[in-house]
């Protein structure tokens, strides 16, 4: 291998596989971060097309292992692809909503190897938290957390912040405490898929976040060694943009339920790219070569002010899909930036959030994920 | 961490080594840490079975002839930031 050819392997080096197995899931939550035309893209892959993309991620340096989707439980081979993510001695977490998980089945995937369990909640009650995912599922979430526990699994608790429930910080980390979650993420919503959608209603405002982030703070403190706590702060709300996903193609590998190669869960939804999927080239050759993976990794995309901005190489200029989604171009500077052109893009939305938050809570109106397109076809 | 305390790598964390670098990597959720050798044989010595006493002398011999309390220090702190992100338990 020449210098150039190994320091780009090394820059380009995944260390987590996000495997999205299905699109479907049962519930149909409010922030969903699926594209909104999710069902555009089938569930593609069969078992053994799933086993060579763990090998081939592994191969070519991943380490962590996201079985997330939609609902991965809802894959019937579960238990076939941890038991070879196990072989390959990845670090396996199964990202759930808990539903449909029966006792059993989560004993088995532990026998099998799994190394940790993230349920997701939407509230610390019903009938909150199943208004936000759009089924009657709290109750039986919390049963499968306490499964989680009893069977010596590690628990991760997964709670999406927002407007409605951004004030219950408190109450969030006394309910991971009484469950004995090992780790809870407080991960306020990302404005993208469904929570864009939706965004009117769940943007919070600036002093409910700070008086959150304090909470979890004095928590973190006090629970040191017990208890991990995160605390995602909206990128609404920070004036530089984060490195998402640790810049673009560069630590995740990501491949959606249809088998394309991605550098994050909604990459496909930017125009233009064409995107490979493993079912067509392996996936070593997708992670170097694929034009549409090189088109945002380096420098020579950037625009101004990124491009001559000393911040370039810890953000990466922000998010591609934030990015396409708010002013329509893909290149252009994430605007949760401040010094991007169109940051009055994210100030206006703030100033909606603000004037939407003084009206009575049952004026918000929720837009569920569904199948459907939302609008009909012109 | 107390002298005789016996840690044990907690649940949530898992060992592996790196084909790529040939270093250890300590994963748990979200994350891994890339060891240097002495952390790394600090870490497969957290089996519970060692008191911290054992695994410092253990290392001591191996790498002498670098002074006790060097390896001892080493060992005390790294210990003491694992246990601090509840990566290594001390409870029976
Ligand atoms: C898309 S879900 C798929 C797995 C499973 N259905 C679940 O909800 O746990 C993956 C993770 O992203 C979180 N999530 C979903 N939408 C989000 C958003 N808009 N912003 C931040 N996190 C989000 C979920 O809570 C979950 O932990
Ligand atoms: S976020 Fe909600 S709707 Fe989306 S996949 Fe997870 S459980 Fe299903
Ligand atoms: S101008 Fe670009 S590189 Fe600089 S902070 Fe903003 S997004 Fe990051």
């Keep these: ?23 479907a899931c049962p519930l149909r939550c409010v922030y969903c971060s699926n594209p909104v035309d999710y069902a555009r893209h089938a569930d593609a892959l069969d078992t053994d097309t799933w086993l060579q993309v763990l090998r081939d991620a ?15 439980l809802l894959r019937k081979d579960l238990e076939a692809l941890v038991a070879e993510a196990e072989r390959l001695q990845l670090y396996t977490n199964l990202i759930t909503s808990g539903i449909p998980a029966t006792r059993e ?13 993230q349920i997701s909640v939407q509230d610390v009650a019903a009938p909150g938290a199943d208004r936000i995912a759009g089924r009657r599922v709290f109750e039986r979430k919390l049963r499968v957390a306490r499964w989680v526990k009893e069977l010596g699994l590690p628990l991760t608790l ?44 769940l943007l919070p405002s600036a002093e409910q976040l700070a008086r959150a982030r304090a909470t979890a703070a004095a928590a973190r403190e006090r629970l040191k060694g017990r208890m991990e706590i995160l605390f995602v702060t909206p990128d609404y709300y920070v004036e530089r ?37 493993v079912r067509q080239r392996p996936l070593a050759d ?57 940051h009055d893009l994210i100030e206006a939305a703030r100033r909606e959030a603000e004037a939407a938050a003084r009206l009575p809570e049952a004026a918000a109106t929720l837009v569920y994920r569904t199948a459907r397109p939302l609008l009909p076809p012109a | 961490m107390s002298h005789d305390a016996r840690p044990r790598l907690a649940p949530k964390a898992r060992l592996r080594l790196d084909q790529k670098t040939n270093r250890y990597l300590l994963l748990y959720p979200e994350k891994g840490m890339q060891l240097n050798p002495t952390a790394a044989d600090i870490v497969q010595l957290c089996t519970g079975e060692h008191t911290v006493e054992e695994i410092v002398s253990r290392l001591a011999e191996k790498y002498a002839p670098q002074p006790r309390e060097v390896v001892e220090r080493e060992v005390l702190s790294f210990l003491d930031a694992l246990s601090e992100r509840a990566l290594v338990r001390t409870d029976p």
């Design chain 1, 241 to 277: 943009p984060k490195a998402c996903m640790d810049g673009w193609g560069r630590r995740f590998l990501l491949v959606s339920p249809d088998g394309l190669v991605l550098p994050c869960h909604l990459a496909h939804t930017l125009p233009g790219l064409a995107w490979e999927s």
């Design chain 1, 58 to 72: 592994e191969a070519l340096g991943v380490v962590q292992l996201n079985l997330t989707g939609g609902e991965p």
């Design chain 1, 286 to 342: 997708i992670w170097h070569d694929s034009a549409a993976l090189n088109t945002f990794r380096g420098e020579e995309w950037m625009p101004e002010p990124c491009r001559s901005c000393d911040r370039r190489t810890v953000d990466f200029g922000g998010c591609r899909c934030q990015a396409y989604h708010l002013t329509g171009s893909a290149a252009a500077t994430d605007p949760t930036c401040a010094l991007a052109p169109h």
């Design chain 1, 1 to 23: 291998m020449s210098a150039a050819t190994a320091e780009r392997a090394a820059e380009y080096r995944p260390y987590t596989l996000v495997a999205e197995l299905t699109y």
């Design chain 1, 105 to 117: 089945r989560l004993a088995r995937l532990r026998d099998l190897g799994l190394d940790n369990v």
């Design chain 1, 158 to 201: 997964n709670i999406v912040l927002h407007r409605e429930n951004l004030d219950r910080a408190e109450e969030m980390i006394a309910f991971a405490e009484t469950l004995q979650a090992d780790r809870l993420e407080l991960a306020n919503t990302q404005y993208l898929g469904w929570a864009l959608v939706n965004r009117r209603a």
